[in-house]
Structure formats: structure tokens, C-alpha cells
């Protein structure tokens, strides 16, 4: 059964501080994504990581997808109040309908 | 374009009623996925259809729970008779099924069942 870590669950940080969160499996994935979903909403695709070692960045957010493509971080530069949400990363299992599986999420809250 | 559409935004029911959930979702977009999330865990996956066919449903506690989709455009999902443990939000979610863009999912805010 594959499964999904992600840590810390959650976090609370200052305006303006740097913050990197984690999402860690045993297994391999054909692609990585990472989503953030604030409350009430459903959640908002950020990224899809598909090659070993890749690196993406959205203006503050950096994401690594790692080199065996079981793990992932997302590191944020700065961050600020709206950043704040639930950050969820989820992997595709590469078979013939791509099954995707969730992590538990990590609950981030900005500190003005 | 339009998003992903659920109704209703809320529903709160008694134990053992049954309730339905709606989902429309983007055009064009052939697979679409139901999820249930209780509070403070990721989305689980309930049921995955491509078009109108059922691809995954191993996850589907299929004693108490349907979905349907039956022209391969908008669905439903049915809880009878509903339990305690059924409150959550029930995510609706859309994707194209071409190359890596298969795996990119659009979502509904979600209907939050409470079970009274």
C-alpha cells in the first residue's frame, strides 16, 4: 500500500521567515504534485514534479521533487499571512489510470 | 471557464437518513473522482470514473455508499443510511486525461456533512 508522509503537521511562523515542509513515501511515483487548500475551498494545484531532482519555482515557493522520486519539499522564502493554508501533497502511482493518493497535509499559519 | 460545481455547500443530517451530493464538473474533463476529507486529513479517494466507467473504487464503503455518473458529465453520490463517522467533506474533483496533465485534478469547495 503506498503511502504519504508529510511533516510537520503543522506550523506557525512570523511574517517574513523562511519555512521548508516535507512529504516523504517509500514508494516511487511517476509524478508528485503539491495543492493548498484554504478553509471552505477545495484544493488549488501549485505544482506537478515529474523528474528525479527537479527543482520548480513559483515566485517564493521553491519545490524539489528528490532524486529517487519518493520524497518532496517545498520550501517558502518570506512568507506571509497568505500563505497561509493547508499544503497537501499528492502522488501518482504511474499505472494504466494514474492513481493518485493524498498526504495528511501540513496546516501552515503565518503570524502578521 | 467554469469550475468545478458541487451542491449543496452544507448538508446536517440524523443518523440512518440518507443524503446525496452533486457534482458537475469542468467540460471536457473525462475523469472525475470523489473524495471524502475529515477534518485535519488528507482527501481520501472514494470512487474514480473515466467517462461514464468506474476505474478504482476500492475505497468505497459499498454497503452504505453509491455514486453514479451515468452520461459521463456530472454525478452523484449517495449515503444510506449515514453514520457518525460519515461526517466530513465530500470533494468533488476533475481532470483531463492526457499525458501528465491526467494527474493534474481541479476541485469543488466541497459539501461539509455534519451527522447528528
Known amino acids: 500500500t503506498q503511502l504519504l508522509e508529510q511533516s510537520p503537521q503543522f506550523l506557525s511562523i512570523q511574517e517574513g521567515k523562511n519555512l521548508t515542509v516535507y512529504c516523504n513515501s517509500s514508494?516511487?511515483?511517476?509524478?508528485l504534485q503539491w495543492y493548498r487548500q484554504e478553509p471552505g475551498e477545495g484544493p488549488v494545484l501549485l505544482v506537478t514534479?515529474?523528474?528525479?531532482?527537479e527543482v520548480k519555482k513559483l515566485k517564493r515557493l521553491t519545490f524539489q521533487f528528490g532524486d529517487a522520486r519518493k520524497d518532496s519539499s517545498l520550501h517558502i522564502t518570506a512568507a506571509q499571512p497568505g500563505d497561509t493554508g493547508l499544503y497537501l501533497c499528492?502522488?501518482?502511482?504511474?499505472?494504466?489510470?494514474?492513481?493518485?493518493?493524498f498526504g495528511p497535509g501540513t496546516s501552515l499559519s503565518v503570524i502578521p | 471557464e467554469a469550475g468545478v460545481a458541487q451542491s449543496p455547500r452544507y448538508k446536517i443530517i440524523e443518523k440512518r437518513q440518507s443524503v446525496a451530493f452533486w457534482c458537475n464538473p469542468i467540460?471536457?474533463?473525462?475523469?472525475l473522482y470523489w473524495y471524502q476529507q475529515i477534518l485535519g486529513q488528507g482527501p481520501k479517494l472514494l470512487i474514480q470514473?473515466?467517462?461514464?466507467?468506474?476505474?478504482?473504487d476500492s475505497q468505497l464503503p459499498k454497503d452504505r455508499f453509491s455514486a453514479e455518473r451515468l452520461k459521463g458529465v456530472d454525478s452523484t453520490l449517495k449515503i444510506q443510511p449515514a453514520k457518525l463517522e460519515d461526517s466530513a467533506v465530500y470533494l468533488c474533483?476533475?481532470?483531463?486525461?492526457?499525458?501528465?496533465?491526467?494527474?493534474?485534478?481541479?476541485f469543488g469547495a466541497g459539501t461539509r456533512l455534519s451527522v447528528l
Open positions: 474533483a476533475s481532470s483531463l486525461p492526457l499525458g501528465v496533465a491526467k494527474n493534474i485534478q481541479y
Open positions: 514508494s516511487v511515483f511517476s509524478s
Open positions: 514534479v515529474v523528474t528525479g531532482g
Open positions: 499528492a502522488g501518482a502511482s504511474g499505472t494504466s489510470y494514474d492513481k493518485v493518493i
Open positions: 467540460s471536457g474533463h473525462a475523469t
Open positions: 470514473f473515466q467517462n461514464n466507467g468506474v476505474v478504482d
